[in-house]
């Protein structure tokens, strides 16, 4: 009997031949990443356990970027503690504001993360990384301590749902869409503690942007993990970042899935996922009315070059409706010059969007974009429960960088074909 490309990772990071879904392992990590948020908690944790020195300083990974730049006292603090941690342990991988930018989009362009890695990270959307076919999971704080000091993690292996993906994207229709129709479909709950693999005709089609949107956002499933089998666009990808060596995966023929899941992309609209949960999803031409007082384009999930470039496609030579704050978040250093460099600065400007620096900022209501009570917000980021980003009175839609531009525009949640 075969293994899925989730099994055949984990088995490649312990000492066995092969795992099967339900076993406990303790399973040697790749990589051990934490934020300005989580890694002062781990840094606790790791002194009162008797830590010394981490397990291994060039798998150690911090990035300060959700309160980076600090927005306060408390958030300076916080990334105080990290700075001082990473010079204290000589952190290779340590990122400072200027060179920083949101973690899930930073480290796979720096090639910190590669190609059958298990990564695991103090933040649920470590998951991304499952774009470039690794094992990517979110734990907590003191797991991540735990994996400082000895570079191991138990895992219990996940059951896999497999996804088929067939047929032509519609105009419009990107990876965000995609990933929240499938939320739609099998709630947030569908795939707990289960991996998603994205297989079918159409993911040889899919950007690498795409496909770590999808991979993004399988924990609003409640996925362990979201996967992709490594094919030429991710050779592509890594191939020119890479400064170590990795190894590709795929799935056997004869693995055994818990579910798989056949899905004909043509038949999917553009899609808006209403508050308060993701799987609460409407194709764009059921949303209605829905009068905005903001529109985010950004983040993790939606703040990559490509994103930028289709925002600022649908911005050339319009305005930001009055009234509407849009706020342009570049993921990355790199993609903030490079989207200055082709001119798309000029565009945003000129339709009186605001560009932030590289931040988390808004996506959890930390800042940079807060709502206020009765506010309204269409945003290209992660999760919409109540009070996610401001106000617990205000509201958060979700959307693709395409939506939330043209909504920009027309003041209210609307499609591109309506401009």
Same mark, same amino acid.
Request: aromatic residues 6%.
């Given at each position: 009997?075969?293994?899925?490309?989730?099994?055949?990772?984990?088995?490649?990071?312990?000492?066995?031949?092969?795992?099967?879904?339900?076993?406990?392992?303790?399973?040697?990590?790749?990589?051990?990443?934490?934020?300005?948020?989580?890694?002062?908690?781990?840094?606790?944790?790791?002194?009162?356990?008797?830590?010394?020195?981490?397990?291994?300083?060039?798998?150690?990974?911090?990035?300060?970027?959700?309160?980076?730049?600090?927005?306060?006292?408390?958030?300076?603090?916080?990334?105080?503690?990290?700075?001082?941690?990473?010079?204290?342990?000589?952190?290779?991988?340590?990122?400072?504001?200027?060179?920083?930018?949101?973690?899930?989009?930073?480290?796979?362009?720096?090639?910190?993360?590669?190609?059958?890695?298990?990564?695991?990270?103090?933040?649920?959307?470590?998951?991304?990384?499952?774009?470039?076919?690794?094992?990517?999971?979110?734990?907590?704080?003191?797991?991540?301590?735990?994996?400082?000091?000895?570079?191991?993690?138990?895992?219990r292996v996940p059951e896999t749902m497999k996804f088929v993906l067939r047929g032509r994207l519609n105009k419009w229709v990107s990876g965000k869409d995609l990933i929240l129709y499938i939320i739609g479909q099998i709630g947030v709950d569908g795939a707990l503690y289960r991996a998603m693999e994205f297989t079918g005709e159409t993911v040889r089609d899919l950007s690498m942007a795409d496909r770590f949107t999808i991979a993004n956002m399988v924990v609003e499933a409640g996925a362990k993990n979201g996967i992709f089998i490594p094919d030429e666009v991710t050779e592509s990808y890594?191939?020119?970042?890479?400064?170590?060596?990795?190894?590709?995966?795929?799935?056997?023929?004869?693995?055994?899935?818990?579910?798989?899941?056949?899905?004909?992309?043509?038949?999917?609209?553009?899609?808006?996922?209403?508050?308060?949960?993701?799987?609460?999803?409407?194709?764009?031409?059921?949303?209605?009315?829905?009068?905005?007082?903001?529109?985010?384009?950004?983040?993790?999930?939606?703040?990559?070059?490509?994103?930028?470039?289709?925002?600022?496609?649908?911005?050339?030579?319009?305005?930001?409706?009055?009234?509407?704050?849009?706020?342009?978040?570049?993921?990355?250093?790199?993609?903030?010059?490079?989207?200055?460099?082709?001119?798309?600065?000029?565009?945003?400007?000129?339709?009186?969007?605001?560009? &932030?620096?590289?931040?988390?900022?808004?996506?959890?209501?930390?800042?940079?974009?807060?709502?206020?009570?009765?506010?309204?917000?269409?945003?290209?980021?992660?999760?919409?429960?109540?009070?996610?980003?401001?106000?617990?009175?205000?509201?958060?839609?979700?959307? &693709?960088?395409?939506?939330?531009?043209?909504?920009?525009?027309?003041?209210?949640?609307?499609?591109?074909?309506?401009?």
């Amino acid at each position: 009997m075969g293994m899925t490309i989730t099994e055949k990772i984990l088995a490649r990071h312990t000492d066995l031949d092969r795992v099967s879904p339900g076993m406990l392992i303790s399973a040697r990590v790749d990589i051990a990443l934490g934020n300005d948020i989580t890694a002062p908690i781990a840094i606790e944790a790791f002194r009162k356990a008797g830590g010394k020195k981490v397990f291994d300083r060039e798998k150690v990974v911090l990035v300060p970027d959700h309160f980076a730049p600090n927005k306060d006292i408390a958030s300076a603090e916080q990334c105080k503690v990290m700075r001082d941690f990473a010079k204290e342990q000589e952190i290779t991988h340590y990122y400072e504001v200027g060179e920083a930018g949101i973690e899930h989009a930073l480290l796979p362009e720096k090639g910190v993360v590669l190609p059958g890695d298990l990564v695991i990270g103090a933040d649920s959307h470590s998951c991304t990384y499952g774009a470039l076919g690794a094992f990517g999971t979110g734990v907590g704080s003191t797991d991540l301590a735990a994996a400082m000091m000895t570079g191991e993690l138990w895992l219990r292996v996940p059951e896999t749902m497999k996804f088929v993906l067939r047929g032509r994207l519609n105009k419009w229709v990107s990876g965000k869409d995609l990933i929240l129709y499938i939320i739609g479909q099998i709630g947030v709950d569908g795939a707990l503690y289960r991996a998603m693999e994205f297989t079918g005709e159409t993911v040889r089609d899919l950007s690498m942007a795409d496909r770590f949107t999808i991979a993004n956002m399988v924990v609003e499933a409640g996925a362990k993990n979201g996967i992709f089998i490594p094919d030429e666009v991710t050779e592509s990808y890594v191939k020119d970042k890479a400064k170590r060596d990795y190894k590709i995966y795929s799935s056997d023929p004869d693995a055994v899935y818990h579910s798989a899941i056949d899905i004909d992309v043509a038949k999917i609209k553009p899609q808006v996922a209403f508050p308060p949960l993701p799987s609460n999803t409407r194709d764009i031409d059921r949303v209605g009315d829905v009068r905005i007082d903001q529109s985010v384009i950004g983040s993790c999930t939606n703040g990559r070059i490509e994103d930028l470039r289709i925002a600022a496609a649908i911005l050339k030579g319009r305005k930001v409706a009055p009234f509407v704050r849009l706020i342009i978040i570049p993921a990355t250093p790199t993609i903030y010059k490079t989207a200055m460099q082709e001119g798309l600065f000029d565009i945003f400007l000129a339709a009186n969007a605001v560009i &932030s620096t590289p931040t988390c900022g808004p996506c959890l209501g930390g800042y940079m974009g807060i709502l206020a009570e009765g506010e309204v917000t269409v945003s290209t980021t992660n999760r919409n429960f109540t009070g996610r980003m401001g106000h617990p009175k205000s509201e958060v839609y979700l959307a &693709s960088p395409a939506i939330a531009a043209a909504s920009a525009v027309l003041g209210r949640i609307g499609s591109p074909e309506e401009l």
